[in-house]
């Protein structure tokens, strides 16, 4: 006499649930999945003081390099920093949206043309 368990998965609930397993590894791949991009920020002078640059770093997980800077030497204009950022998806979009509440002016690197500001 064959025992059966009602605790017993079907072949169809099996096929489906390593379906769901796979598709949760491939978005938590593609999330975690590291990039590169170029913003071009202006940084007003009321912002001088504050750590906007560092907090990418330290908030958001991001490895920033500044390729590039323009600052007034005596303190009263805007800057603009030429930033290669290096992150998470997830993490670059956090970033963004960082800026993007503090008001300031973002360029973002240009679609089919890397690197040519």
């Known amino acids: 006499m064959k025992h059966q368990n009602s605790n017993n998965i079907s072949d169809s609930q099996l096929e489906t649930s390593d379906i769901s397993q796979k598709a949760t590894t491939a978005n938590f791949k593609q999330n975690n999945t590291r990039t590169k ?4 920020v202006r940084i007003p002078n009321h912002y001088r003081q504050e750590p906007v640059i ?9 490895t920033v390099n500044i390729a590039a ?4 030497a005596n303190g009263r204009d805007d800057g603009w920093f030429d930033l290669e950022i290096s992150g998470t998806v997830q993490q670059i979009s956090s970033a963004q949206i960082y800026l993007n509440d503090l008001d300031l002016e973002v360029l973002s690197e240009p679609k089919n043309q890397a690197y040519c500001w």
């Open 37 to 40: 991009t170029r913003l071009r």
């Open 69 to 72: 800077a323009i600052l007034g």
């Open 54 to 62: 560092s907090r990418l770093i330290s908030q958001h997980g991001l």
